[in-house]
């Protein structure tokens, strides 16, 4: 145990916010190992154990959805007046008590009540420990830190599936049960966590009892939150996309699916912090989705290529736009991270990154079927997606410099407001 002090304690000098920053990064490793785990068993135990039909199963997960669109603004705001602090404590215990609930579902409308009361609070996890991140650690530190906070997640994802995958062997009630109350333990203790971590900066209190939806008539954010939203079509053309092509359109193995997989999940741990570097400033954030939508477009690209070559050849390309979709996913997370906070009114962090957030939670609906119809499109599909890629990456230092221009016209009318509290 002392070991592990000593070693805990000389971590404090290499990351970036030094205790704090490995606070927050427990946190994260915690939170994605129980979401892992969720993720691994919980389809089949509403398919196995509850007996539900994948239609009712669908119906419930688009409710949740539907819900967790309605509220997030709402909690952004409580936020902005209470401190996203508070917020992340009640949402994580909201949590809590929902998946200890998880495995005592027995019919459709206990699991409709579950996965409701769950998307009351779906998309406000991800926002609030944003802006918790941007009041415990020095601003010079923030992007390092949720760049090393990514990598973990990936890390912790991946622990989380294998502890899922026990749940998957026993394959009973008793073992999905014990799975769902696992995930149930890291938000209690993610809970415990985040109402102790020390907080360095918070709003004003003139600006934190203020409610406002400013962010809905801020041109620049809210297009900003556009091309980042298409750009994080990343997420879906791993997961249904590239899979889709490689078995439907090319004459390489579905095996090579998992390796593909293996590959974006180490790259993105030992490249996200190196990725995020100059991410600072808006400028830099500008450049980074750039390099996004460029890396993503040469994805398209060379995806439109492998059906046309022997095999050996297609797995090379196949390879090679993993590594250019891993590319465009770093670099869209650094860039989007940076950005959304820089651009968000001081004071209104919370209700600017629900909106952030809001834009993801959209494109993860509507990706899908997007993603569907361009594998069914075959090569005019792909190079219309990789033309929508390169032109929201090239608008990015455009909307980059709009809302720079936004910010600096604030300034004077902020500076009596803030002389006068």
């Known amino acids: 145990m002392s070991v592990l002090w000593q070693r805990v304690r000389g971590w404090r000098g290499s990351m970036p916010g030094g205790s704090v920053g490995i606070r927050l990064a427990v946190m994260a490793m915690i939170d994605a190992v129980g979401t892992g785990a969720f993720l691994a068993v919980s389809v089949p135990f509403i398919t196995r154990s509850v007996r539900l039909s994948e239609g009712s199963l669908g119906l419930g997960l688009t409710l949740s959805a539907a819900i967790a669109l309605a509220t997030a603004i709402p909690i952004g705001i409580l936020a902005d007046r209470i401190g996203p602090k508070k917020v992340l404590v009640g949402v994580s215990l909201w949590r809590c008590a929902c998946f200890v609930l998880y495995p005592f579902v027995q019919n459709l409308w206990q699991f409709l009540t579950v996965v409701c009361l769950l998307g009351l609070v779906d998309k406000a996890a991800a926002p609030m420990e944003q802006a918790l991140v941007g009041q415990a650690t020095a601003t010079e530190d923030r992007v390092r830190v949720v760049a090393i906070l990514r990598s973990l997640r990936n890390v912790g994802f991946t622990v989380g599936a294998l502890l899922g995958g026990i749940g998957l062997l026993i394959d009973s009630r008793a073992g999905y049960s014990a799975i769902l109350l696992v995930n149930a333990a890291s938000f ?19 600006l934190r009892r203020r409610f406002s939806v400013s962010v809905l008539r801020d041109g620049s954010f809210l297009s900003f939150t556009g091309i980042n939203a298409v750009l994080t079509m990343h997420m879906t053309l791993l997961s249904i996309g590239i899979p889709l092509w490689i ?13 593909l997989v293996a590959v974006n999940t180490v790259l993105a741990v030992a490249l996200q912090v190196r990725a995020s570097r100059d991410t600072d400033t808006i400028a830099g954030a500008a450049r980074a989705l750039v390099r996004a939508g460029i890396c993503l477009a040469v994805c398209c690209l060379l995806l439109v290529a492998a059906p046309k070559l022997p095999v050996v050849l297609a797995v090379g390309v196949l390879l090679l736009a993993m590594v250019a979709l891993t590319g465009g996913e770093l670099f869209q997370s650094a860039g989007g991270w940076g950005g959304s906070y820089l651009l968000a009114v001081p004071g209104e962090e919370g209700v600017y990154l629900s909106v952030f957030w809001l834009g993801v939670a959209v494109q993860q609906i509507a990706a899908p079927i997007v993603v ?40 004077p009318a902020d500076a009596p407001l803030a002389q006068a509290t």
Do not use: E, M, N, Y
């Not at 209690?188 to 003139?206: I, N, W």
């Not at 792909?382 to 709009?402: E, Y």
């Open 372 to 411: 569907s119809l361009v594998v069914t499109s075959g090569t005019a599909g792909w190079s219309v997606l990789a033309a929508l890629f390169a032109v929201c990456g090239l608008a990015a230092p455009l909307i980059g410099r709009w809302a720079q221009a936004q910010a600096d016209s604030r300034k």
């Open 247 to 259: 078995v439907g359109h090319t004459a390489v193995s579905s095996a090579l699916i998992s390796p």
């Open 188 to 206: 209690a203790v993610l809970a415990t966590l985040a109402a102790r971590l020390p907080v360095l900066s918070a709003p004003a209190k003139s």
